[in-house]
């Protein structure tokens, strides 16, 4: 159900205390509580506040609503004070706000007082901070209500373990993965490679016998060399020679 301001304009930030279809009822803020002559008791910041706030019937004619303090901002929540107490006595005045939020100055002045009802209220209702049915919702008593029940926004889905929501996880890791495996495997294979050939060209090169080192058979068996005939090892085959005359050194005696 729509709830409405004194003037007829929507009231956006009220709540029906009676929730049934048929029939008007009074509205009062979110975490208010609801009593029976229309009047909403409100607790923000430690303040406790009495307030004439909407009716479901845009005209107020109907007997749920609390059509008094008419000349009180009608197009708003405004504060109606007990005078006796909420729950000791009818009398009642409006509070025009000049004195504070939750202020009873208003009751200082006789001329001020009316009455509501003929024996004092009872709790009609504990309006929630947050409620969702089928006709209104609302988070918190700051909040902008509809009249309509608002569709939560679904939140994402986390993936089931194996599922097609860790495949980009998954291409991560493999190419992280190929990323630093790649040059390992290429330096690798490029090591083994170097050394089979290494290996190969060992095996093909030919082998030093002591066929193809040189050796000294001596000379032939029962012949002995003559001195100064050339034929030992390290001697000169040609006879010694005799400087030229020219090339001779002098010498002079002293």
């Known amino acids: 159900m729509t709830c409405y301001f004194l003037d007829g304009s929507v009231a956006p930030i009220v709540w029906p205390c009676d929730n049934s279809t048929t029939g008007a009822s009074t509205c009062c ?3 208010s509580t609801c009593y029976s002559n229309g009047v909403c008791q409100d607790e923000k910041g430690g303040v406790t506040d009495f307030l004439r706030a ?7 004619d109907d007997p749920a609503c609390l059509a008094e303090c008419l000349d009180f901002s009608p197009e708003k929540i405004i504060g109606i004070r007990p005078c006796d107490g909420i729950t000791r006595g009818t009398n009642y005045c409006c509070d025009d706000g000049s004195q504070g939020r939750g202020s009873f100055h208003c009751c200082a002045t006789s001329s001020s007082l009316f009455t509501i009802g003929t024996a004092a209220p009872t709790i009609l209702a504990e309006m929630p901070i947050s ?8 988070t918190s008593s700051d909040s902008t209500p509809t009249n309509e029940t608002p569709t939560p926004n679904p939140s994402p889905e986390e993936p089931a373990p194996g599922t097609g ?3 980009s996880n998954l291409g991560v890791g ?4 190929l990323g630093v495996g790649l040059p390992a495997m290429a330096a690798v294979i490029g090591g083994l490679l170097f050394l089979a050939r290494r290996r190969k060209k060992q095996a093909s090169a030919p082998a030093v016998t002591q066929e193809d080192q040189p050796k000294y058979d001596g000379p032939p068996s029962g012949h002995v060399p003559e001195m100064g005939t050339g034929e030992g090892v390290g001697w000169s085959s040609t006879a010694p020679s005799e400087l030229p005359g020219s090339q001779r050194p002098k010498y002079e005696l002293p």
């Open 174 to 177: 493999l190419g992280a993965g």
């Open 54 to 60: 909407g009716c479901t019937d845009p005209t107020w």
């Open 165 to 167: 929501g860790s495949s």
């Open 131 to 138: 409620w969702t049915s089928s006709t209104m919702s609302t």
């Open 29 to 31: 803020p979110a975490g």
